[in-house]
């Protein structure tokens, strides 16, 4: 029988990722260092994690906080902030780790779906409440799918912000919310 993970041991790890990160930058932790700085060996780190990519993206996603997404009492006010609160949250990452993380995406269906999961699926669970929100309001046509246009937010986000490395001005942020938000209101 295995023995059971331990939880500090898990914490005393990513701590030292970020620790290593805010000091030298995401781009030069390795993992022998994260081993080094936590006083485990390389191995203790590669049966909780697959990869540099993995740890990194939990070390950055284990402190998200549930802020932003408050009822503003219109979905087009609400999805304003959210589409801003999470062009800000991608910025914020450090760009030398978004190639191995999207390359280990795309070749790993597990570790997408964690990264989803740990990441994206909060931010989407809880623009789903706002979508919600709007169909109670009779703000929008209810056969609507909110699911599919609460993805297309963060996917647009992921490409301004990540692919394009443009940052949302508020003009911006307005028009990408009228064209997503056209043929969905009610008149």
């Known amino acids: 029988m295995a023995r059971p993970r331990d939880p500090d ?81 991608m910025s914020a990452v450090d760009r030398s780790l978004g190639g191995p993380v999207m390359a280990q995406m795309i070749t790993d269906e597990a570790f997408a779906a964690k990264v989803w999961e740990r990441r994206w699926g909060p931010d989407i669970e809880r623009m789903e409440v706002m979508w919600a929100r709007a169909v109670e309001r009779d703000e929008v046509r209810p056969e609507v799918d909110g699911r599919a246009l609460m993805d297309q937010v963060v996917a647009m986000c992921i490409y301004q912000v990540a692919l394009s490395h443009r940052q949302f001005g508020e003009d911006e942020v307005e028009q990408f919310i009228d064209r997503l938000l056209h043929g969905v209101l009610r008149t």
């Open 9 to 89: 041991l898990d914490r005393r790890i990513l701590a030292s990722f970020r620790e290593l990160a805010e000091r030298d930058g995401v781009a030069s932790v390795s993992i022998t260092a994260v081993a080094e700085r936590s006083g485990v060996s390389r191995p203790a780190i590669y049966r909780r994690w697959r990869s540099r990519a993995a740890l990194a993206i939990e070390a950055q996603t284990d402190r998200i906080t549930d802020d932003g997404f408050v009822d503003r009492g219109s979905l087009r006010l609400e999805l304003t902030d959210a589409v801003q609160r999470l062009a800000a949250s």
